[in-house]
T-cell receptor
Framework: ETGVTQSPTHLIKTRGQQVTLRCSSQSGHNTVSWYQQALGQGPQFIFQYYREEENGRGNFPPRFSGLQFPNYSSELNVNALELDDSALYLC???????????????FGPGTRLLVL | QKEVEQDPGPLSVPEGAIVSLNCTYSNSAFQYFMWYRQYSRKGPELLMYTYSSGNKEDGRFTAQVDKSSKYISLFIRDSQPSDSATYLCAMTDPTHDYKLSFGAGTTVTVRA
């Protein structure tokens, strides 16, 4: 069974730039969620994608956007980067919501983003 | 006030001790409760999942939920140096079960 994978592992950007982070879900999972984890804090929910559509969103501005592809992989895009966007970005995958169990989420290793 | 409050720690215990970790929450709609372990510079790893009040045991780990007090705990028996990590509580409600709400985490060090 293949776990959740993310790329890249680390990234350095400057303020105002745009960034794209990628995630492949665990085999058998078709739902992908994204979280932001600032240093010393717990992860904060950004949004979830199911069937290539946004299925729920946290308290993040529209410059955070996402995509899900037919193979269930996903991208997180952040425009107009700000210094406070520096964080570990985590992707989590889970089972089909209609099958139940989507509250059980399995996380990838994360992408560490530094905005200068 | 945050929805989920977690004892901040850090905790440092000798090998073999019992580790006790706690979270409180304010949203009475929360029905599903998890504990994740996160090693430094890694993603969170699911340790325990429960949806009812009471105790659930898995090896050296026991998760306890008291919905009437809005309080959850994780106990680690016979702690090992390999248990040194940050422990995160997480929870969700059936209406918004796509979204996990996390505590800030407690960092535990088990001294050999």
């Amino acid at each position: 069974e293949t776990g959740v994978t993310q790329s890249p592992t680390h990234l350095i950007k400057t303020r105002g730039q745009q960034v794209t982070l990628r995630c492949s879900s665990q085999s058998g999972h078709n739902t992908v969620s994204w979280y932001q984890q600032a240093l010393g804090q717990g992860p904060q929910f950004i949004f979830q994608y199911y069937r290539e559509e946004e299925n729920g969103r946290g308290n993040f501005p529209p410059r955070f956007s996402g995509l899900q592809f037919p193979n269930y992989s996903s991208e997180l895009n952040v425009n107009a980067l700000e210094l406070d966007d520096s964080a570990l970005y985590l992707c989590a995958s889970s089972l089909d919501p209609l099958a139940g169990g989507q509250e059980t989420q399995y996380f990838g290793p994360g992408t560490r983003l530094l905005v200068l | 006030q945050k929805e989920v409050e977690q004892d901040p720690g850090p905790l440092s215990v000798p090998e073999g001790a019992i580790v006790s970790l706690n979270c409180t929450y304010s949203n009475s709609a929360f029905q599903y409760f998890m504990w994740y372990r996160q090693y430094s510079r890694k993603g969170p790893e699911l340790l325990m999942y429960t949806y009812s009040s009471g105790n659930k045991e898995d090896g050296r780990f026991t998760a306890q939920v008291d919905k009437s007090s809005k309080y959850i705990s994780l106990f680690i028996r016979d702690s090992q140096p390999s248990d040194s990590a940050t422990y995160l509580c997480a929870m969700t409600d059936p209406t918004h079960d796509y979204k996990l709400s996390f505590g800030a985490g407690t960092t535990v060090t088990v001294r050999a």
